[in-house]
């Protein structure tokens, strides 16, 4: 429990650069298009004009009553459908839209007002209430998708019957049926918490207790989730680390399947556990120090690129123990952490942040980096329509700024113009004075034996240490 917690709090300190990354692709969608969001806002409005004539005349309704109520409940329920279907790691984008959205509502509400009263500020609670029980339900959606690939499209194919089921476009007195069978739906609370107060309505303290509930009870369920999975996973010196690849049957990956299975009481179990196995990394041991340099040889496929990805914390190994200590900074993949719609400086930002460095010391280094890569006004243009030249000129530029105590790096900055080659490797050259651990992965042998003090060698998976 304690290294779920842990991770929950590690990702509550990321929020800054996960708000930072929703913002800058709202802008990027706004130069895609001159409304951006807002065409997902034009269309929830159609959406309230369409349904609000038909259902105000199938239940006969008044425009004035049913329209805000229809409003309030469709905003609603475009934000939790959002996140239930793009997962947790989009669920500041679904924020974004929301707050587009409440255009409509404050459209709906100035057009037939509601009476005025300190009832509508207990939307602001609800609207916690709703945002937290989204994170824990996306939070365990995301966590089970890693497992079972058809989890994204059943979803997808279940939400236009939960939309029906819940109280978007009536409300649960509206209903000739018992209303019981509302309330049973948990999407029921989430929309009542907030459609309610905002039209005057006080909820009943049953509402926002079921509501707290299932936050307490859906993160406890959460937490223990992850934990178990903790304890399957090694704590990240290298001792014996493996690092492997499975590969799933492909009904093995089915949620549909695994339902089947325990419904025949296990009669294919053994047909589920066809699963491949490909070992990119075996019982690999070694110590690192500050000081040493490692260069890392190999054949195409020989695991180099595992073997940085592990160091960097980015692969898990299957079996074996990792302990880190310093800031990594890896340079593995061109373009990595670029968004093509973004501008140079945006997209310095959003690299930097991914490599752990905050705003102050980003918009401190980025006059360094305008005078090392040279782009001049093209920061100011999208990447999209950088060169692949330009493209590693920025992405080298910003991850030699950050000073870190690890550094990882593939062999992509050996590549590029002569007089590009000779300013990063003097780059290279001060940063490597300043990193305590440097390891490079490199089929240059001259590289290698200009930059590293020690050489591990690497065939097919295993790892060996040659002396220099």
Not at 186 to 205: A, K, M, V
Not at 238 to 267: D, E, K, M, W
Not at 411 to 423: N, S, V
């Amino acid at each position: 429990m304690n290294a779920a917690l842990q991770d929950l709090l590690t990702t509550y300190r990321k929020l800054p650069m996960v708000s930072y990354f929703a913002w800058s692709d709202t802008k990027a969608r706004y130069r895609r298009s001159v409304l951006g969001p807002f065409w997902l806002t034009l269309g929830t409005a159609f959406g309230v004009l369409g349904l609000g004539f038909l259902w105000s005349t199938l239940l006969h309704l008044e425009l004035r009553v049913f329209i805000p109520s229809l409003t309030i409940g469709l905003v609603i329920w475009q934000l939790i459908a959002g996140c239930l279907t793009e997962s947790c790691l989009l669920l500041c984008r679904q924020l974004i839209n929301f707050a587009h959205n409440l255009c409509i509502i404050l459209l709906a509400l100035l057009i037939f007002p509601p009476p005025l009263s300190a009832i509508q500020l207990l939307a602001i609670p609800g609207l916690f209430l709703v945002i937290g029980n989204l994170f824990w339900m996306t939070s365990l959606l995301s966590f089970l998708g890693i497992r079972f690939r058809d989890l994204e499209p059943f979803i997808a194919s279940i939400m236009p019957i939960l939309f029906f089921i819940s109280p978007v476009i009536y409300r649960p007195n509206q209903l000739p049926l018992n209303t019981l069978m509302v309330w049973l739906n948990p999407f029921s609370y989430l929309i009542t918490l907030i459609r309610d107060p905002l039209q005057g309505i006080c909820p009943p303290l049953f509402i926002y207790a079921v509501a707290s509930g299932l936050l307490v009870s859906g993160l406890g369920l959460t937490l223990g989730l992850l934990s178990n999975q903790y304890r399957h996973m090694a704590s990240v010196i290298f001792n014996n680390v493996t690092v492997q690849y499975p590969i799933y049957h492909a009904r093995n990956l089915s949620l549909r399947h695994q339902l089947i299975r325990l419904s025949t009481g296990g009669l294919i179990a053994q047909e589920s556990r066809e699963v491949v196995t490909v070992t990119a990394l075996k019982n690999a041991s070694f110590e690192l120090r500050d000081g040493d340099a490692i260069g890392v040889i190999g054949h195409n496929g020989s695991g180099k690129t595992t073997l940085l990805r592990t160091i960097s914390d980015i692969y898990s190994p299957a079996s074996g123990q990792i302990t880190r200590q310093g800031k990594i900074s890896a340079l593995l993949e061109l373009g990595a952490g670029f968004d093509p719609e973004l501008s140079g400086y945006e997209n310095i930002v959003r690299m930097a942040l991914l490599l752990g460095a905050d705003r102050k010391s980003i918009d401190a280094s980025i006059p360094e980096i305008e005078s090392f890569t040279e782009l001049g006004d093209f920061l100011k243009l999208p990447v999209s329509t950088y060169s692949s030249g330009m493209l590693m000129r920025l992405m080298f530029a910003v991850s030699t700024s950050i000073q870190p105590e690890i550094l990882v790096v593939d062999e992509i900055w050996g590549t590029g113009d002569a007089a590009f080659q000779t300013k990063s490797e003097r780059r290279m050259k001060e940063l490597l004075h300043k990193a305590k651990i440097f390891v490079l992965s490199s089929h240059s042998t001259q590289l290698i034996e200009q930059h590293c003090n020690r050489i591990f060698r690497l065939e097919h998976g295993t790892l060996s240490e040659i002396t220099k």
